[in-house]
């Protein structure tokens, strides 16, 4: 790789890391070309991208940015995976990984502007989607509704029983 791709490299992975909220960092050994495709595919899912490079571009490319703080995770075969999206989808798709390849590991993370613990990304990635979190609140706004209409119900049928 010479001076000017190093430079692209660099200026494209600033880029990334300038627009995205989060990124996890990740090591990985021994990984086939049809695990790491389809890891890759389940980040793109989530709105998400995923990245390989040297640590010395990566190094660079976080100088001046939220992620400068993970600096010290880019050692061996390193591997980014950042999104400007939903922290929940990136988090489940990098977990789910991490379980099934197990010569993969979580090096470190900063999600929405905050370095996490390896316990406190695995509760954020066993979360529920943001849909199912919406359904939930949705039912519970209108279950006193729901509750209230029933049981108006019920005494306008005992007011017609006893009339």
Known sequence: MDRDQKRNEVSQLKGTFTAATSAV???????????????????????????VSK?????????????????????GATAVATTEGDVVALAKAVHTFLKDN??????????????????????IAELPSREVLISKLLYLMQYPVSGLAVALEQIRKQKEGAA
Do not use: M
């Not at 571009?57 to 976080?62: D, I, P, T």
């Not at 993969?104 to 502007?113: H, M, T, V, W």
């Open 102 to 123: 197990p010569a993969a590991s979580f090096k470190g993370a900063i999600l929405d502007g905050k370095a996490v613990s390896v316990q406190e990304f695995q509760t």
């Open 25 to 51: 960092v990740l090591g990985f050994k021994g990984l086939t070309v049809d695990k790491d495709t389809t890891f890759r595919k389940h980040v793109r899912e989530g709105k998400g991208q995923y990245r």
């Open 55 to 75: 640590n010395t571009l990566l190094r660079l490319a976080v100088k001046e940015t939220v992620f400068e703080s993970l600096t010290p995770h880019f050692k």
